[in-house]
Nanobody, 125 residues
Framework: HVQLVESGGGSVQPGGSLRLSCGAS????????MGWFRQAPGQEREGVAS???????DYSEFVQGRFTISKDNAKNTLYLQMDSLKPEDTAMYYC????????????????????WGKGTQVTVS
C-alpha cells in the first residue's frame, strides 16, 4: 500500500520561508514523477512544482523563482523549499506521485497524478 505523508507546514510572516517534506512508504521515488499541489478554500487544486525521474523540474508561474522542488531518492523524500512567501501562498499543500517515464510525462495538473498525501497547511500572514 502506497502512503505519502507531508510535513513541515505552519504559520509564517510574509517574506518568510518554510520547507515541506513528503515521505513515502511502499513507493520508490526514483521511478516516479512527483509533484506539489496546493488548494486554498473555495479554489481548485493547482500545481505548484514537479520533478521527474531525471530530476527535471517545472514550476507554476506563481512560484517560479521563489520555490524549489527537490528529492532524495535514497531517503525516498520529496522537498519543497518555499522562500519569499506571500499571503496568497496560503493553502493546504499536497504531495502527489505517478509512475512515469519516456512513455508518459505528466503535466503539472492534478488530473495527471494518481497518488496523494493528506496535505499540510501553510499559512502566511
Amino acid at each position: 500500500h502506497v502512503q505519502l505523508v507531508e510535513s513541515g507546514g505552519g504559520s509564517v510572516q510574509p517574506g518568510g520561508s518554510l520547507r515541506l517534506s513528503c515521505g513515502a512508504s511502499g513507493y520508490t521515488y526514483s521511478s516516479n514523477c512527483m509533484g506539489w499541489f496546493r488548494q486554498a478554500p473555495g479554489q481548485e487544486r493547482e500545481g505548484v512544482a514537479s520533478i521527474d525521474v531525471d530530476g527535471n523540474t517545472d514550476y507554476s508561474e506563481f512560484v517560479q523563482g521563489r520555490f524549489t522542488i527537490s528529492k532524495d531518492n535514497a531517503k525516498n523524500t520529496l522537498y519543497l523549499q518555499m522562500d519569499s512567501l506571500k499571503p496568497e501562498d496560503t493553502a493546504m499543500y499536497y504531495c502527489a506521485a505517478v509512475v512515469c517515464g519516456s512513455w508518459y510525462r505528466p503535466r503539472l495538473h492534478r488530473d495527471d497524478y494518481n497518488e496523494w498525501g493528506k496535505g499540510t497547511q501553510v499559512t502566511v500572514s
